[in-house]
């Protein structure tokens, strides 16, 4: 008999759990040190990025002024990136989940393809194409690239919520007249915002902190958030890249929670 026969099941319960728990609280403190880290330096008084600071002062959220064009271009990108690959990614799922295609597996998976790929591969890919179109170095090229590389995101989550989709009530509005389109924007989406909130949410964050794609097509003459983190970072450590870190580490926390609460429960 081992001695774990020999153990009372209650006890052997309760020490399995609690060692679970110290090993999710260890996990948790691994992936979350970096970011307390990061926040504490953007409190420093000193000139470098150093821990723990040399002192406490705002002095550098007032350097900000410098990085408002990042900041702007990021947004620009973000927003109508974000917009895009929404329309796109939610005309799928409904596409998908309305009609009953040969290849509909087959479909669903290719729409989640720019996901599976590293971002390199589709930098080089995009990068390629529109210099052999002859445009390169626009933002409106970056836009696309995001757009595309993000469609997944709110493809899967708008899927999600067209499969928990009474379609009787879909069926009720046509029966009484109503037609496809005024159905989609009466009682589809109402339906399903959620879904799409957190769907065009998940894209515009994503689009905010992606680089290497940002990088290759911004032809040097784009400056989003991330490249000019990167570039700053090869000639000094000036702590307003902690500041700027910190803010979007808030929008990030911001913007997932908002999403996780829409979606009622992205991990769950």
């Not at 052997?12 to 403190?29: E, P």
């Not at 350097?63 to 990136?81: C, F, G, K, M, Y």
């Amino acid at each position: 008999m081992s001695i774990a026969d020999g153990v009372d099941p209650n006890v052997r319960d309760r020490l399995t759990a609690g060692i679970m728990r110290v090993f999710a609280w260890v996990v948790l403190l691994f992936v979350l040190m970096p970011l307390v880290v990061i926040c504490a330096m953007a409190f420093t008084s000193g000139e470098f990025l150093v821990f723990p600071p040399e002192g406490v002062s705002l002095r550098w959220f007032g350097e900000l002024t410098s990085w408002l064009d990042a900041i702007r271009n990021s947004v620009v990108v973000a927003i109508p990136a974000a917009l895009i690959a929404t329309t796109v990614g939610g005309t799928a799922a409904y596409s998908l989940d309305r009609h009953d295609y040969r290849f509909g597996r087959a479909l669903a998976a290719a729409a989640t393809v720019p996901i599976m790929l590293p971002p390199v591969i589709v930098g080089v890919m995009f990068m390629t194409f529109f210099i052999t179109i002859g445009i390169s170095g626009n933002i409106w090229n970056l836009i696309l690239a995001h757009s595309i590389f993000l469609t997944p995101f709110p493809f899967i989550l708008i899927s999600q919520g067209l499969a928990d989709l009474d379609q009787s009530y879909e069926e009720a509005a046509r029966n009484l007249g109503a037609s496809q389109l005024r159905t989609v924007r009466t009682i589809i989406f109402p339906l399903v915002r959620a879904n799409v909130i957190a769907g065009f949410l998940f894209a515009f964050i994503l689009s905010l902190n992606e680089y290497i794609i940002a990088w290759l097509l911004s032809g040097f003459s784009i400056q989003t958030v991330p490249i000019q983190i990167f570039t700053s970072l090869r000639y000094s450590y000036s702590p307003v890249i902690a500041v700027i870190s910190l803010l979007f580490i808030i929008v990030t926390f911001v913007g997932l929670t908002i999403a996780d609460y829409l979606a009622g429960g992205l991990w769950e």
